[in-house]
């Protein structure tokens, strides 16, 4: 039967497709780490009291990089390269989501609307982390070889969405309201085609290295295009909505070690 457990399942049991999905998740947490750090510094003074919040958000990133690091060491294996076609992080930046890392590699102070543009994009970004964390979550969180990484990074996840949550609620309240939706929208509608990419891309690449037959990787293909369909027509209403979070500050205090493996 074709489910999401039993195509997780098989990544986690085939070392070459297990490493192959690690590099891809370490690479793209690295990318948010320093992405946030830079963010940070930069933050203008207007805004310098979420500089402690983002720099705390980008040591998290750190973080689940190193967690997905071992995993991998913890099998023997070295991170691979990642495909081109597999890069969320960069495949969303030539869409224009977010802020750009030659901006971000300038000393030049970010402006509030450059602020604004951060945390729609993460807000984004986070809702699709923290839903496929969730998933694993459910399926792998008993699992004695991941699920200890897994249930931490879902946990982070959840605190990084909350965190998009407040403080743009707060913003909005401060008058930048119309701007955040807009944002939000634009971000999310091209998140939505970039993830329709990178699943497609992963999923073949997975295929190949699993053997896969024809019919299957058809299926799974015709799956993640249903999905798209879905958040093209109503889905994205759900990644642009903004709700105060149960978890307040939830980047107020310092990160977490990763765990040792």
């Not at 590699?105 to 982390?129: K, N």
């Not at 004695?144 to 965190?163: C, F, T």
């Not at 990787?217 to 109503?234: Q, T, V």
Request: glycine share 8%; with cysteine.
């Amino acid at each position: 039967m074709l489910s999401a457990r039993s195509l997780f399942q098989e990544i986690l049991d085939d070392d070459r497709s297990f490493r192959l999905f690690c590099s891809i998740a370490a690479s793209g947490e690295a990318q948010g780490g320093w992405e946030n750090g830079r963010i940070a510094a930069l933050v203008p003074e207007s805004m310098r009291d979420l500089a402690p919040k983002i720099a705390r958000h980008g040591a998290d990133e750190d973080k689940h990089g190193r967690i997905f690091n071992a995993l991998l060491r913890k099998r023997g294996l070295q991170p691979v390269p990642v495909p081109a076609e597999t890069d969320y992080t960069m495949l969303l930046e030539r869409r224009g989501i977010g802020l750009t890392h030659t901006k971000l590699r300038r000393d030049e102070p970010l402006t509030e609307e450059d602020v604004l543009v951060y945390l729609s994009h993460s807000r984004i970004t986070e809702q699709r982390a923290a839903d496929q964390m969730v998933m694993l979550v459910r399926y792998f969180g008993d699992n004695p070889e991941v699920g200890k990484a897994i249930k931490m990074i879902s946990n982070d996840e959840d605190n990084h969405l909350a965190y998009c949550h407040e403080e743009l609620l707060r913003l909005a309240r401060a008058g930048h309201g119309r701007t955040i939706q807009r944002t939000l929208r634009y971000c999310a509608l091209s998140e939505i085609r970039v993830y329709r990419q990178v699943s497609l891309a992963v999923m073949g690449r997975m295929g190949r290295i699993l053997g896969w037959p024809a019919p299957k990787s058809a299926a799974l293909a015709a799956g993640i295009h249903a999905i798209y369909a879905y958040e093209r027509l109503i889905g994205w209403r759900r990644m642009v909505s903004l709700t105060m979070p149960e978890r307040r500050d939830a980047l107020g205090g310092s990160a977490t070690a990763a765990p040792a493996f």
